[in-house]
């Protein structure tokens, strides 16, 4: 709960996402992502080779998550003499509902990977994946696995329709979190932050920023909560988290107000008090600061439908859309 809390608050989430069709005795390459990426192995066997040489061998339902800044490929399993699509990066499709394919080849289907950058939504977020030395490796094939998303994301990728990308990079997404969480786990979390939700002093301050937006803290109450001398908290917490608690802090209650005004009614000014801002006026310039829209016109823009505010939630009609796919792919594979 504490992780899922943690990348809702700071806007993590998945983006440009791709679909990749290899055929047998060909190669995708691609540039350096700017963030770490994302790659689920839909179908198929074959391997990612990193700049390095590393290669990583992927089956179906593996899923690896390469650090930031690594020339990597995508092809079958003998590359020697493979020939080579040079693909530059994964990009964002122009078109909301459009999902990108790229198919390298033609005869027969080597490997079928859905990939993705993970995003950070903010300038002021920190990179939380800056420090990773070496691809993360998982494999949902087993008895706790993904089978059921696995076939909505085949089904996705499949017959692309209303919705497709929204649902299939959130189901990236879920691959994504469900690594980390077995990460931390096994007790191997690799990441300076990662480890620190698993730390018991750090969770404990984490808790209590999350459920007590309302309320004034400062460094010293939260060392305390945390059994530490203020300057220790202070530098534990900028080295885990790569901000001052403070700001992480702030960043929890402008999270929480987005959601307010997304889905209440409720006055502006209320949900700034909600979430522990002593003025509208602090809170509008906080908000459009993040997000780089006033608290109201943020709202306004949600809902582009004429009548009464809430009567219609943005994206969930094109959600119940897309999902309508599972029973077909379901009827399929079963």
């Not at 009464?308 to 859309?321: E, I, V």
Request: aromatic residues 8%; proline residues 7%.
């Amino acid at each position: 709960m504490l992780l899922d809390q943690f990348l809702a608050a700071l806007d993590i989430g998945v983006s440009a996402f791709t679909a990749c069709d290899v055929r047998t005795g060909w190669q995708l390459v691609f540039d350096p992502c700017r963030t770490a990426s994302l790659h689920y192995c839909l179908a198929g066997e074959g391997a990612i080779r990193v700049g390095d040489g590393a290669s990583i061998p992927l089956r179906q339902h593996s899923f690896v998550l390469l650090p930031p800044g690594v020339v990597y490929s995508i092809g079958g399993s003998a590359p020697d003499n493979d020939c080579i699509v040079n693909q530059g990066r994964l990009r964002a499709p122009p078109l909301r509902e459009s999902v990108p394919r790229i198919q390298a080849g033609d005869g027969e289907p080597a490997i079928l990977t859905a990939c993705g950058e993970v995003q950070l939504a903010h300038a002021s977020t920190p990179d939380l994946f800056a420090s990773l030395e070496g691809p993360l490796v998982e494999h949902f094939d087993g008895p706790d696995g993904l089978r059921n998303q696995f076939v909505m994301l085949l089904a996705e990728s499949a017959q692309p329709r209303v919705g497709t990308r929204a649902l299939t990079e959130a189901l990236l997404k879920q691959c994504f979190t469900l690594l980390l969480r077995r990460q931390m786990e096994r007790g191997t979390a690799p990441l300076p932050w990662l480890a620190g939700l698993a730390d018991p002093r750090m969770a404990r301050v984490l808790s209590i920023l999350f459920e007590r937006l309302s309320e004034s803290f400062t460094v010293e109450t939260l060392a305390q909560v945390a059994g530490m001398s203020r300057s220790a908290f202070a530098a534990r917490f900028s080295e885990t988290f790569g901000q001052p608690p403070m700001l992480l802090f702030k960043a929890l209650r402008l999270h929480r107000a987005r959601e307010l005004l997304a889905t209440t009614r409720a006055p502006v000014a209320n949900i700034a008090r909600s979430v522990g801002f002593s003025s509208r006026s602090n809170f509008s310039h906080a908000f459009r600061s993040r997000y780089g829209v006033d608290p109201t016109n943020f709202r306004a823009d949600l809902f582009e439908t004429p009548g009464a505010m809430g009567s219609s939630r943005p994206g969930l009609t094109d959600y119940a859309a897309a999902t309508s796919t599972l029973d077909v792919a379901k009827s399929a594979v079963e």
